[in-house]
DNA sequence: GATTAAGCGAGACGGTACGTCACGTCTTCCG
DNA sequence: CGGAAGACGTGACGTACCGTCTCGCTTAATC
C-alpha cells in the first residue's frame, strides 16, 4: 500500500503505536497457505481467521475485504517467483519472458492469479491492492526490460511500454481467463513471436521474420 | 413480474405452448434487466426468481447456476450489438473492430462483461455458458474477417486465427479487468496499431509503419 | 437433539406435516433446555440454532430477537406452573397465591422470569412476547380469582383488577429485580398481608385485621 | 472531548489535585451526558473512553463494568431531583410521594432507571452499584417519611418499612417494567389509595376511605 | 370428459460466510 | 510511573444468497 509510508510518518508524528506485525504477517501466511490449497474461494475471512489465530475484527481493520488480503499475500510470495532473463537480445529476453508467464499462468499459483483478477472486477479496493502488491511489481520489471532493449534500439521507440505490455501479456491472460484455448510452451510462442513482430525493430531482429 | 400480462396474452394464443419456454424467455429477460439495472452482483437467483415469476427450482432445472444464466441472458443481446465492419482493408477493419470492441469494453454492458469473465474463472459450469453464448459468436465473427483478410493477403498466413484474435484483443481484455491503464479510444489506436503491426504483411500496409 | 429421532418417526408416518412446526418446536424445545442451564444469557440464537438444528436464518424468520424466542420458550412451560389455589377464601386465595408466586421468584425458573423482564426494558419486540406469552396467561388468571371474589363480595369494588394485581405482585417483582431484600415465605406472607388489607372489604376479613 | 479545556483550565489552579479524581468526574460526566441521550445501550464503555477522554483501562480501574459505572453516574444526580414532600399527614405524603416517583418514572430518566434496574439482574456487581447509588438514597428518604409517620401514629406499626416501600412504589416499578398499563397521574392516584389503604391506620386517615 | 402424473409457483429450510459491535485485557509510550 | 491511546482475541450479532426440499395448484397427455 502506498499509504504506509505516509501513515508511518503520521504515526510517528503522533505518539501512536505501530500496528503489530505479528498479526500482519500471522494472517498473510495463513492466506497464502490457505490459496495454496484451494485457492481465492477457500481463503475466506472466516478460515483465515481461525488459521492464523487473528480475530476477524483485526482483520478488517487492516484490509478492507477478503480478496485485499489475498492480494498482498499473493503478491508478497511473487518478487521471487518469476527472475527477469537476460539473454542478450531483445527477442530471446522478451520470448523467454512470455513462456514464463505463461508456465507461471498455466500452473496452480496462475490459477489464483486468475482468480485474485476475477475479484478485481467487483471488488475496487481488493484491485486496488491486487495493482500494488501484484502487477506493479511484474510491470515495473517488465518496464526495465523494456528500457534496456529501447536503449539498444531493439524496440520501437514510438510504442508506450504500457502498451507493449499488454500486447505481449493480455492474450496470455484472456486465455487464462476465458479457457477458449491453452496456455502451452507452444502457444506462448506462437503469441510471443506474432506480437513481438509488432513491437520490434529491424535492429531487434524483426526483418528476418518478417512477412514470410 | 410486468411481463406476466404480457406474456399471458402472447399464451393465450397458444395455449399448447410449452410452458418451459416462457419459463425460460423469463428468467433470460428478467435477467438482462438485473444486469442492466446492477450488473452481475444484483442478478443474484432470488432476484432473479423474484423479477421473473419463475421459482427457483425451475430456474435450477434449466442452467447449472446463476453465472450460467447470465451468461446466456447476456449474450442473447450481442449478436446485434458489435456489427462487423468493412473498410475494404484488414487495417481499417481491424482497428475500426478494436476501437468497437474497446468502446465496449469501456461501456457499462463492459462491465457486466468483465464480471462475467471473472466468474468464469471459478465457476466451470459458467465458463462453458460464457463461451458459448457470448465468445463463440465474437470469435466467429472475427475469424471471418480475418479469413477475408487471408485471402486478399492482407494479413501473415503463417499466424493462427486464436494467436491473431488474442493479440488484437487480449491487451483490451488486461486493461478492462485489472483497470492498471485507461480504455480510450486514443489508447485503444495504440494497441491496434502495435498488435496489428505484428500481424500484417506489407500488403496489409505494414511496410510504411515498420521499422519506423 | 434428542428430538430428532422421535420426529424423524413421526414424519416418516406423517410425511405432509409442515416442516415449520418441526422448526418451531424445535426452536422452542432447544430453548428451554438452554434457559434451564444458564438462564437468558446462555440462550443465544448462536446457541439455540446449534442445539436445535434450526438455522439462524429460519430462527429469524419466526421471532424478531432471541429475546422474543425466550420469552415465548418460557412462556409455554409456564401454564401447568401455577395452578390457581382454591382455600374458599379471597383472603386465602391471594395470600396463597402471593406466597406460590414469591416461591417461583425464588426458584431457578424466577431468575429466568427476571432476565426475561430485565430484557424486555430495552427491547419492545421482545416485551411484546414476553407480555403475550407469559405475563397474558398469569394475569388472566388472577383475573378470574379477583372476579370471584369480587362476586362474593370480599374484595374492594372500587379498585381496579390491574391495580390490585399489580399491588399484590409489584413488590414480589421489586425485590426479585432489585436484589435489596429477600424473598422468603415470610416476607411473601406479610406483603400479601399489607397489600390484602388495602385490597379487602370487611366481609374478606379485612376488619380484624384492621387498624390494628 | 468538550470537558478537556474546561477540566484543564480548572485543574491549572489545583495542579496537585489526584488525577484520579479528575478521572472519575471526567466518566461519570460523560457518562450522564450519554445517558441523557440515548440511555444505557448508548453508554457503551468505548463511547464513556471516547467522550470523557479517559481510557478503558483506567475505568475498569474503577468500575467492575459499564453498568456500575451508569448505576453511579445515574444515581449522583438524583438526591435532588425527588425532594421528600411534607404536606402534614401519612396520606398526603405518600399520596404525593407515589405521584412524583410515577411521574419520574414516566419521564425520560424513568427509562435509564428501568435500563439499569434490567442490567442489574444479570450483572451482580452492577446491581451492587444501583443499590448503593441509586436505591439506596431513596429508601433512606422514604424511610424517614414513614418514621414521621410512624411517629404520630398515622401508620400501622406492625408493617415492616421495607414491606411498605415494596408496596407502595413495587406496583409502578411492575408497570414501569413490563409495560403491561401505563404509569399516568390517575393510575398512580389509585395505586397509592389501594396501597395506602392497607399501611394506613384510622389516624391515617383509612377510616373514611374504608370499605366504601 | 375424467384421470393422472408432471411441471411449476412459492418459499421454507440448513448452511456458509459475511462485516460489525462491544467487551475486557494487554501493550506501548508520553508527561 | 500513572494513564491515554488503542490494538487485540472473543463471542455474538443479524443478513445475504446459496442450492435443496416440500407443498399444492395447474395443466397436458392418456385412458
Redesign the pocket.
Known amino acids: 500500500m502506498t499509504d504506509h509510508p505516509d501513515l508511518a510518518a503520521t504515526e510517528a508524528a503522533?505518539?501512536?503505536?505501530?500496528?503489530?506485525v505479528?498479526?500482519?504477517k500471522?494472517v498473510l501466511d495463513a492466506t497464502n497457505e490457505l490459496l495454496g490449497e484451494g485457492g481465492l474461494p477457500?481463503a475466506?475471512?472466516?478460515?483465515i481467521?481461525a488459521r492464523s489465530?487473528?480475530?476477524?475484527?483485526?482483520i478488517?481493520?487492516?484490509w478492507p475485504?477478503?480478496t485485499a488480503v489475498a492480494a498482498e499475500a499473493f503478491g508478497l510470495r511473487m518478487p521471487s517467483a518469476l527472475p527477469l532473463p537476460d539473454t542478450g537480445s531483445a527477442r530471446g529476453d522478451f520470448t523467454t519472458q512470455v513462456r514464463l508467464v505463461s508456465e507461471f499462468y498455466a500452473s496452480p499459483a496462475g490459477t489464483v492469479f486468475a482468480q485474485l483478477l476475477a475479484a478485481s472486477v467487483t471488488d475496487a479496493e481488493a484491485a486496488h491492492f491486487f495493482r500494488t502488491f501484484f502487477l506493479a511489481g511484474r510491470r515495473q520489471a517488465i518496464a526495465e526490460l523494456w528500457q534496456r532493449s529501447k536503449d539498444r534500439g531493439e524496440v520501437r521507440s514510438d510504442v508506450d511500454v504500457e502498451v507493449a505490455q499488454d500486447v505481449l501479456f493480455g492474450p496470455l491472460i484472456f486465455r487464462l481467463l476465458s479457457g477458449h484455448a491453452p496456455l502451452t510452451e507452444e502457444q506462448a510462442a506462437q503469441i510471443a513471436d506474432a506480437a513481438l513482430h509488432g513491437l520490434l525493430t529491424e535492429a531487434g531482429g524483426n526483418g528476418a521474420v518478417g512477412s514470410a
Open positions: 503522533r505518539p501512536q503505536r505501530p500496528r503489530s505479528r498479526a500482519r500471522a477457500v475466506t475471512i472466516d478460515a481467521s489465530g487473528v480475530s476477524k475484527a483485526t478488517y481493520k487492516h475485504s477478503r
